[in-house]
């Protein structure tokens, strides 16, 4: 009988040890993402908020939501688009190439270009106010990061 005793205990023991271990292992990957959150934030803060303050919340922003859009939290951007009788998904976390907010900067849709070309009064002519390759690919990486924001909502910079 004392064979038996000893050998559940060991088996216990053995069982809540691997249990233990393997908790361990579960709870790793916590950092790791608390690291990401950091490291996308860092990149948020760098390189999206000025884009987005320079060029996207001053018509898509608190004060303002052309087309039913704000782009100054992250609340807001996953939220989408709201119309009369809808919502569109402007985004997709994780793909940038399932997400509207990328077609619109790339000018990929003559009828959605972001930020929209504008009439130059001085000579008249429309002027490109397409977003630079480098802030394109900045967003396309943001976006594959799953759109990371800052704590504070982004504002518009007074131009």
Known sequence: MGRSTTGKR???LGAAGALALAAGNLASPA???AAADEKGVAFFEAKIRPILATNCVGCHGEEKQKGGLRLDTREHLIAGAKGDDKTEKVVEPGSPEKSKIIEA???KNEDTQMPPPKKNKATGKTDNMKLTDAQIADLKEWVKM???YGT???AAVKK
Do not use: C, H, K
């Open 152 to 154: 504070a909502p982004v």
């Open 146 to 148: 799953g759109v990371p």
């Open 31 to 33: 950092p790791a993402r």
């Open 10 to 12: 060991v088996l216990i």
């Open 105 to 107: 900067v790339e000018y």
